[in-house]
């Protein structure tokens, strides 16, 4: 009994394995995701040419007129691509935005403020309550993505271990906060422009004055961060935990490092900034007359203060990093200050070649009329079977969920999914906004984050692990983040639909259903 008991677990085993095995092989055959958006883009211009011989077209739902495929083969096509491409790439939302965001977050990171943060809250956590530090300091660490997987994610094994708990389990809590927590947050950080930049090109086929704002998922992601923090710390204590048994390896416990006097007070004075840049910024839309209102009809969702969201961002980050530098002594001068932000800059380099192609792409898709004619034809197929409302929704995150097994950049994948499912959404009978579409691929794309090898900090992550037991691998942080991943999506997808149902907006300017 127990030799077919242990030949099965080994087939098993073996089959699991070949299945990884495969998932990793076809991730690592996948060209860099700039060379992906070249290729799409020229796959554009020659479907764009076929769709045209062959007469595609199809009938706007909103003023009757008949879209028919544009040839960028053809002599005004070529014009039109060679004296745009540079137009394309300058007029690209994301490109601004990112840029500028990160003058504020380079300098938290570089200053070490976001680091302190992290530790800040881990270690002020009291024991019984150390699970929910861990995955809650993921989730805000969702603000500075590499300071969660290279400084949270082992800090929470040192910490488990330390304490007597297994850290492969504090590791697991990390990394669902850290990584299942993509589509979670408290705050407003450096993602959301980007997507939201994404979102804005996409809606622009069908409304081409549409603005997709930054902070459109803020409340549903307000309510996603409890989310998470509940079902990681449910699934670490009572399904991973007990899974993984008593620590018996023979890594040594370290001691985890206080938070010196200097850092303290310059975390407390960082907090103090804060806020205070908070409430002086509320002054500026709460009063009816306040100055970044909408002159003219006194609105504050369609005002100065949305428009220019992202400099409220940037300052949000730079202020308390100044203050915070200032007494740790991690900015001494001007020179120091432009260091962090040149430092923070200087590693956008292969982003800033990603979006030139993912510009080209994007707006040659929309040049050709492509995604017009199939998110009209999409959103009739979609009438014709009945599959609309939440659970058209619930399956776009599972399909969002399964595309991210193999393809690792989220803004990668969003620039490719989102010129086709935004618009089909928005022209179905109950149209959705921009925003429901968006917040569904968070979801999804979190959820696989947590098993993909595809994912660029995966390796580190079994290398994190494999300090404490060398025979841990891929198939461990597999099938250690597995429970997360299907728990967070039933509970997840089960919130967004009743959140759809219920009407609730999903953020500022962010209704569930557009007019």
Same mark, same amino acid.
């Given at each position: 009994?127990?030799?077919?008991?242990?030949?099965?677990?080994?087939?098993?085993?073996?089959?699991?394995?070949?299945? +990884?095995?495969?998932?990793? @092989?076809?991730? *690592?055959?996948?060209?860099?995701?700039?060379?992906?958006?070249?290729? #799409?883009? =020229?796959?554009?211009?020659?479907?764009?040419?076929?769709?045209?011989?062959?007469?595609?077209?199809?009938?706007?739902?909103?003023?009757?007129?008949?879209?028919?495929?544009?040839?960028?083969?053809? $002599?005004?096509?070529?014009?039109?691509?060679?004296?745009?491409?540079?137009?394309?790439?300058?007029?690209?939302?994301?490109?601004?935005?990112?840029?500028?965001?990160?003058?504020?977050?380079?300098?938290?990171?570089?200053?070490?403020?976001?680091?302190?943060? !992290?530790?800040?809250?881990?270690?002020?956590?009291?024991?019984?309550?150390?699970?929910?530090?861990?995955?809650?300091?993921?989730?805000?660490?969702?603000?500075?993505?590499?300071?969660?997987?290279?400084? #949270?994610?082992?800090? =929470?094994?040192? #910490?488990?271990? =330390?304490?007597?708990?297994?850290?492969?389990?504090?590791?697991?809590?990390?990394?669902?906060?850290?990584?299942?927590?993509? $589509?979670?947050?408290?705050?407003?950080?450096?993602?959301? &422009?980007?997507?939201?930049?994404?979102?804005?090109?996409?809606?622009?086929?069908?409304?081409?004055?549409?603005?997709?704002?930054?902070?459109?998922?803020?409340?549903?992601?307000?309510?996603?961060?409890?989310?998470?923090?509940?079902?990681?710390?449910?699934?670490?204590?009572?399904?991973?935990?007990?899974?993984?048994?008593?620590?018996?390896?023979?890594?040594?416990?370290?001691?985890?490092?206080?938070?010196?006097?200097?850092?303290?007070?310059?975390?407390?004075?960082?907090?103090?900034?804060?806020?205070?840049?908070?409430?002086?910024?509320?002054?500026?839309?709460?009063?009816? *007359?306040?100055? +970044?209102?909408?002159?003219?009809?006194?609105?504050?969702?369609?005002?100065?203060?949305?428009?220019?969201?992202?400099?409220? !961002?940037?300052?949000?980050? %730079?202020?308390?990093?100044?203050?915070?530098?200032?007494?740790?002594?991690?900015? @001494?001068?001007?020179?120091? +200050?432009? @260091?962090?932000?040149?430092?923070?800059?200087? =590693?956008?380099?292969?982003?800033?070649?990603?979006?030139?192609?993912?510009?080209? %792409?994007?707006?040659? %898709? *929309?040049?050709?009329? +492509?995604? #017009?004619?199939?998110?009209?034809?999409?959103?009739?197929?979609?009438?014709?079977?009945?599959?609309?409302?939440?659970?058209?929704?619930?399956?776009?995150?599972?399909?969002?969920?399964?595309?991210?097994?193999?393809?690792?950049?989220?803004?990668? @994948?969003?620039?490719? /999914?989102?010129?086709?499912?935004?618009?089909?959404?928005?022209?179905?009978?109950?149209?959705?906004?921009?925003?429901?579409?968006?917040?569904?691929?968070?979801?999804?794309?979190?959820?696989?984050?947590?098993?993909?090898?595809?994912?660029?900090?995966?390796?580190?992550?079994?290398?994190?692990?494999?300090?404490?037991?060398?025979?841990?691998?891929?198939?461990? !942080?597999?099938?250690?983040?597995?429970?997360?991943?299907?728990?967070?999506?039933?509970?997840? /997808?089960?919130?967004?639909?009743?959140?759809?149902?219920?009407? !609730? &907006?999903?953020?500022?300017?962010?209704?569930?259903?557009?007019?």
């Amino acid at each position: 009994m127990q030799n077919e008991t242990t030949k099965h677990q080994k087939t098993s085993g073996n089959l699991f394995n070949r299945i +990884l095995d495969f998932i990793e @092989k076809v991730g *690592n055959a996948l060209p860099h995701p700039a060379t992906i958006f070249a290729m #799409l883009a =020229g796959i554009v211009v020659l479907i764009s040419a076929i769709s045209y011989w062959m007469g595609a077209s199809a009938v706007h739902p909103v003023d009757g007129s008949v879209v028919t495929a544009n040839n960028l083969l053809s $002599g005004d096509g070529i014009r039109w691509m060679y004296t745009n491409m540079l137009n394309n790439f300058l007029r690209f939302p994301p490109l601004g935005y990112v840029l500028v965001v990160m003058i504020g977050i380079g300098l938290a990171e570089g200053t070490g403020l976001f680091s302190v943060m !992290i530790r800040a809250l881990v270690l002020g956590a009291p024991p019984k309550f150390i699970t929910a530090a861990i995955v809650l300091a993921g989730i805000i660490s969702g603000l500075a993505v590499e300071a969660g997987y290279v400084i #949270l994610i082992p800090l =929470g094994a040192m #910490l488990f271990h =330390g304490i007597g708990r297994h850290p492969m389990a504090g590791l697991a809590a990390a990394f669902c906060g850290v990584s299942g927590g993509f $589509g979670a947050n408290f705050v407003i950080g450096s993602i959301d &422009p980007i997507l939201a930049g994404i979102s804005t090109s996409a809606a622009q086929l069908i409304i081409p004055d549409m603005v997709v704002n930054p902070a459109v998922n803020y409340y549903f992601m307000i309510a996603s961060s409890f989310v998470v923090l509940i079902v990681g710390v449910w699934v670490t204590e009572k399904i991973v935990e007990p899974r993984l048994g008593e620590y018996k390896g023979a890594a040594q416990r370290l001691e985890i490092v206080q938070l010196t006097p200097a850092e303290n007070k310059g975390l407390r004075w960082a907090g103090i900034s804060l806020l205070v840049f908070i409430v002086a910024f509320a002054f500026t839309v709460i009063p009816q *007359n306040g100055l +970044l209102r909408n002159p003219e009809t006194g609105s504050v969702l369609h005002s100065p203060f949305f428009d220019g969201i992202i400099i409220g !961002i940037l300052l949000m980050f %730079f202020i308390p990093a100044l203050f915070y530098g200032r007494i740790v002594g991690t900015i @001494k001068n001007d020179k120091d +200050l432009m @260091k962090h932000i040149i430092k923070s800059m200087s =590693g956008m380099g292969s982003y800033i070649v990603l979006v030139f192609f993912a510009a080209q %792409f994007v707006y040659f %898709f *929309n040049e050709s009329n +492509l995604g #017009l004619i199939i998110a009209i034809k999409g959103a009739a197929g979609l009438r014709d079977i009945g599959f609309t409302g939440p659970i058209l929704i619930a399956a776009f995150v599972l399909l969002a969920a399964f595309i991210n097994l193999f393809m690792g950049s989220a803004s990668a @994948k969003w620039a490719i /999914i989102a010129p086709v499912f935004i618009p089909m959404l928005m022209l179905l009978d109950n149209a959705y906004h921009p925003g429901i579409t968006q917040a569904a691929f968070r979801i999804g794309d979190s959820l696989t984050n947590l098993v993909t090898p595809m994912m660029s900090y995966f390796a580190l992550i079994v290398t994190f692990a494999q300090k404490y037991d060398e025979r841990y691998g891929i198939g461990t !942080i597999i099938s250690t983040m597995i429970p997360y991943t299907v728990l967070l999506g039933i509970v997840w /997808i089960a919130a967004l639909m009743l959140w759809v149902w219920l009407g !609730i &907006p999903l953020g500022p300017d962010g209704p569930i259903y557009i007019n």
